[in-house]
């Protein structure tokens, strides 16, 4: 079996910068303390990260406690959203229109199809390198959601929605043989995106 604790990211902060660059809140950096409590005792066998920053930084007080170098992935970083303003809607009537209709995306952005083809190949890859293991992930919501979703027939939007605003936000899924097994959340504090963040309409 295989354990991965997907850690999604704690609050990051959007003032100047660019999407993949935002670093942590001071908020973020705070609640990130919690999320090497929860990982403290899970005998963790390696971390990984995507390439945005926030990730990282989000593992890093685990890094350091644990003396385990975080590991930076290709693959599984957030879905580019593209000019979504040209579809003449808002941005989250935008994400609600991507979960009912996951081969839509925006000028210059991905489809939530297209994040499935990325990521998945990413997952499965550490499942297999890692059989007999667990491992932390530092990653993004939508992509958290878009891999849940392949291996739970029945996950909705609403199940997205549910943890949409928990940042930091921990999972620990089972894999055995490569089929998900069953996941329960060690983490969710509920912080939401600062009112300034680049998307209108996230911070509902």
């Known amino acids: 079996m295989t354990r991965i604790y997907f850690v999604r990211h704690a609050q990051p902060d959007p003032s100047g910068g660019h999407n993949p660059t935002f670093p ?22 390696a971390v990984y990260a995507s390439e945005y920053i926030r990730t990282a930084q989000t593992l890093e007080y685990y890094s ?9 992935i ?29 081969s839509l995306k925006a000028q210059g952005g991905e489809s939530l199809d297209d994040v499935r083809a990325r990521v998945i190949p990413v997952i499965e890859g550490l499942i297999e390198k890692h059989d007999g293991e667990a491992v932390a992930v530092g990653i993004h919501g939508m992509a ?17 929605a549910d943890f949409v605003d928990m940042l930091p936000y ?10 998900y097994i069953g996941s329960h959340v060690c983490l969710a504090i509920r912080r939401g995106y600062p009112r300034n963040y680049m998307m209108d309409g996230v911070n509902k």
């Open 24 to 45: 942590l809140t001071a908020v973020g950096r705070r609640d990130s303390q919690a999320v090497a409590w929860v990982l403290e005792d899970k005998d963790i066998a």
């Open 74 to 102: 290709k693959g599984i970083h957030e879905r580019v959203s593209g000019d979504w303003k040209s579809l003449d809607t808002n941005y989250s009537q935008y994400i609600v229109r991507q979960w009912n209709d996951r």
């Open 64 to 72: 350091m406690a644990s003396h385990k170098p975080i590991n930076v």
């Open 144 to 160: 958290l959601g878009v891999i849940l979703s392949h291996y739970i027939d029945d996950f909705t939007y609403s199940d997205f």
């Open 170 to 179: 921990v999972l620990c899924a089972d894999f055995e043989e490569g089929r």
